[in-house]
Nanobody, 124 residues
Framework: QVDLVESGGDLAQAGGSLRLSCAAP????????MSWYRQAPGKQRELVAV???????EYSDSVKGRFTISSGNARNTVTLEMNSLKPEDTAVYYC??????????????????WGPGTQVTVSS
């Protein structure tokens, strides 16, 4: 089992900013994408932002223009800069790591790993 380490969840006021960070174990050598999901009480988990190993980023419509996902300074890390926070951003945020492992002979295997979740609370 792979454990992702998350940090940065905190309390913030509407209009404020927070930075979330995530680190995957260095033993994972073939990460193809890292992303952030969130889940608010009573709602399904939704994708917030994703960055691929090629540096391509995508965002949900609800955070586009306010959040920025980027690779961290260290290998296998990712950050999520959250600006202009709104109360509706309140949720547990989960880091996700996708690995594509290709073996000699052309066989390919996919793996998904999750962080434990970090709470973000935005007050009015």
């Amino acid at each position: 089992q792979v454990d992702l380490v998350e940090s940065g969840g905190d309390l913030a006021q509407a209009g404020g900013s927070l930075r979330l960070s995530c680190a995957a174990p260095g033993t994972i050598l073939t990460i193809t994408a890292m992303s952030w999901y969130r889940q608010a009480p009573g709602k399904q988990r939704e994708l917030v932002a994703v960055i691929t190993s090629d540096g391509i980023t995508e965002y949900s419509d609800s955070v586009k223009g306010r959040f920025t996902i980027s690779s961290g300074n260290a290998r296998n890390t990712v950050t999520l800069e959250m600006n202009s926070l709104k109360p509706e951003d309140t949720a547990v945020y989960y880091c996700h790591c996708h690995e594509t492992r290709r073996l000699l002979g052309g066989r390919q295997y996919e793996f998904d790993y999750w962080g434990p979740g970090t709470q973000v609370t935005v007050s009015s």
